[in-house]
């Protein structure tokens, strides 16, 4: 698969990498486990401290086996929201440009993958389908940088993880994160104000027949982009919010 610029395309694979059996990248050298589930740790208490999250629909994220959470992505704060109000701990798929000076160490001390959106990434690739191959919980924001948050522009990469490991997708709507900004910090919305966060029934972004083939990651990246605007619009009747998120 070979990522399209002008369709927004995540990822560049050029060669589909082995991350089965005993070909497939140490389980030690993957992003950690524990350390996923203290940065959930933190994010709980961040986000419970400074701001008020209403969750909704967390009992759909099956309790065990590999999913893939899927995102909005309209603020810096998506991120670490998702980190604190999942009840499992979550690899988020993080730009390159975030690992800087102490988030560097930070970042991957709490399960985090580097990824360059750019250019094609083979050592993300690997650690995404190993954290889906451990049965483990995938972060991906599709539309690839802060927008709308509408999954107006879709990135393939969400479609090749699905398709490849297999994994379910669970939609989730971030709601609040840009409808006011605060006043002790003007770049975040104002603390102790509401935040929804909704999640969706899981889906599969395949069709049952188990290719692979460019046609069908398009065709699932289709896919996958209604069951996400579907779930966006549900979420914004359900919460009473209207409008950009």
Sequence with gaps: MRGDPRRGEAFRVTRTPNTTGKAGK???ALPSASGAAVGRR??????????KPRVLGAWRIPAGGPVILAGNHSHNLDGPMLIGTSPRPVHFLVKKEAFVGPLDPFLRGIGQLKVDRVNADRTAITDALGVLERGGVLG???EGTRGDGDFASLRAGLAYFAVRS?????PVA???TTARRGRVVPGLPPLRSRIDVVFGDPFEAGDGSGRR????LDEAT????????AHLADARRLTGRAGHP
């Design 166 to 170: 297999g994994a379910p997708i669970v």
């Design 42 to 51: 933190i994010g709980i208490g961040l986000m419970y401290g400074l701001w």
């Design 213 to 216: 083939t460019r046609s069908a």
């Design 222 to 229: 289709v896919r996958v982009q209604k069951r996400l605007g």
């Design 26 to 28: 140490d389980a030690a």
């Design 140 to 142: 991906i924001f599709p």
């Design 174 to 176: 971030v709601l609040g």
